[in-house]
């Protein structure tokens, strides 16, 4: 089993960056793809972005293309999510979960981490 912790939530104005970080132990974490979701209070879990085990291939939530980016690495066993221009509405419960391929379906992730809390304020 792959265990994640994210790291790097916090409260940023409107406008402002932020990165998230999620570490992975257990399991070889660069056989395996890797996504960014999040939920919001009262809304159901929405998928942020995916990355391929190499890293050449990603995939992004038009809500978040050309903002956000998502990277990995391989050597130190963990996944990066660069948050840029953040607005209020994507404030949320950021979370980062493992699967054996790359997807946007949250249903293809057999493991989650616990989340961090990312706040914009207007």
């Known amino acids: 089993q792959v265990q994640l912790v994210e790291s790097g939530g916090g409260l940023v104005q409107a406008g402002g960056s932020l990165r998230l970080s999620c570490a992975a132990s257990?399991?070889?974490?660069?056989?395996?793809?890797m996504g960014w979701f999040r939920r919001s209070p009262g809304k159901e879990r929405e998928f942020v972005a995916a990355?391929?085990?190499?890293?050449?291939?990603?995939y992004y939530a038009d809500s978040v293309k050309g903002r956000f980016t998502i990277s990995r690495d391989n050597a130190r066993n963990t996944v990066y999510l660069q948050m840029n221009s953040l607005k209020p509405e994507d404030t949320a419960v950021y979370s980062c979960?493992?699967?054996?391929?790359?997807?946007?379906?949250?249903?293809?992730?057999?493991?989650w981490g616990q989340g961090t809390q990312v706040t914009v304020s207007s």
């Open positions: 979960a493992a699967a054996f391929s790359t997807s946007i379906r949250g249903s293809d992730y057999f493991t």
């Open positions: 990355i391929s085990w190499s890293g050449a291939l990603s």
């Open positions: 257990g399991r070889t974490f660069s056989n395996l793809g």
